[in-house]
């Protein structure tokens, strides 16, 4: 059975690849996502000039997901960019992620991106791990100068990549601005910033970086991504795709983002631990739970959450 799904009019042979984030820096990863059985490639967030990221330890896997604090490791934009005719060979969209340190980066970047052939680019609006660089997506006037400026120039259907929402208040605002702007796709949700997790036999901290706050990731923050996806299928735009994102492990999760009114899914933590044979499992996971209801599409379940 094959269940495709579309993401700003790009087609998608199926509705699951991986999030910006894990294991998708270098060439030699990318290619590993290629082979695979992803819908997608996606690149780690780049910046405009290299960066070798936080002091180590920075990732640690937790009983129910991880905790990162990575610092945006990259190879800086211009290498994505020249990678791009390589991982289009692998015949699937490629996905590029910016995540610029200021607004000037941004736009340079995306310029350049304009005259590649991916067909999408994910606009990160959220890390969390910069030190002294607040998450954009939590700062509403920010947020609309960005999205005011990048808009005029680029020629790519561009979607923002959101951290997580919490109130009602915040989340009417953050979507009349993406409806404003007419953006393509948003993404959520991002890691829960800042989080802190506790070794008690070492009696510290289990990664390094800002003494031990990190994204929260994994099974811990399903629920509230879960919830992301669903207020914003409320609140935005009907033209506007929603990719879910966040603790997504097997099938049935998937079936709950969808259900939430995503139209694709993406990998994380599930990936960086099981590796790339977790999109093909989950794939597979996913068709046989849809055949068991007895649906053929994405589209008949997709925002159908029911009312109790
Ligand atoms: C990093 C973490 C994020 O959550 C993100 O969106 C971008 C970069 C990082 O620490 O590398």
């Given at each position: 059975m094959s269940l495709p799904t579309k993401i700003a009019n790009v087609d998608f042979e199926h509705c699951i690849f991986n999030a910006s984030g894990p294991s998708c820096a270098t060439l030699e990863e990318l290619d590993i996502i290629g082979k695979s059985g992803a819908a997608a490639i996606m690149t780690k967030s780049c910046t405009l000039k290299p960066r070798e990221g936080n002091p180590e330890p920075r990732y640690t896997g937790l009983p129910l997901g991880s905790i990162n604090s990575m610092g945006l490791p990259n190879l800086g934009y211009k290498k994505y960019v020249e990678m791009v005719p390589l991982l289009k060979k692998h015949g699937k969209p490629v996905v590029m992620s910016v995540s610029g340190l200021c607004l000037a980066d941004n736009i340079e970047m995306l310029r350049a991106i304009n005259d590649t052939d991916a067909d999408l680019v994910e606009l990160n609006l959220s890390c969390p791990n910069v030190v002294g660089?607040?998450?954009?997506?939590?700062?509403?006037?920010?947020?609309?100068?960005v999205l005011t400026k990048v808009m005029k120039l680029v020629r790519k259907p561009l979607g923002v990549k959101l951290p997580p929402y919490f109130d009602f208040a915040h989340y009417k605002q953050i979507a009349e601005l993406l409806n404003k702007h007419k953006v393509k796709f948003v993404t959520c949700i991002n890691s829960i910033g800042n989080a802190l997790y506790i070794?008690?036999?070492?009696?510290?901290?289990?990664?390094?970086?800002?003494?031990?706050?990190g994204g929260l990731g994994g099974k811990y923050v399903k629920p509230t991504a879960l919830a992301n996806v669903h207020k914003f299928a409320e609140l935005l735009d009907p033209?506007?795709?929603?990719?879910?994102?966040?603790?997504?492990?097997?099938?049935?999760?998937?079936?709950e983002f969808i259900l939430a009114g995503a139209k694709a899914v993406q990998l994380g933590t599930v990936f960086q631990e099981e590796g790339p044979e977790t999109f093909a499992r989950i794939e597979k996971e996913f068709n046989e739970l849809m055949k068991k209801k007895g649906y053929a599409s994405i589209e008949e379940i997709?925002?159908?959450?029911?009312?109790?």
């Open positions: 660089k607040p998450q954009i997506g939590y700062d509403f006037e920010q947020t609309d100068e070794d008690p036999d070492k009696e510290a901290p289990v990664i390094k970086p800002k003494g031990g706050f033209s506007i795709d929603i990719i879910g994102v966040g603790g997504i492990n097997n099938g049935t999760d998937v079936f997709r925002g159908k959450l029911k009312a109790l």
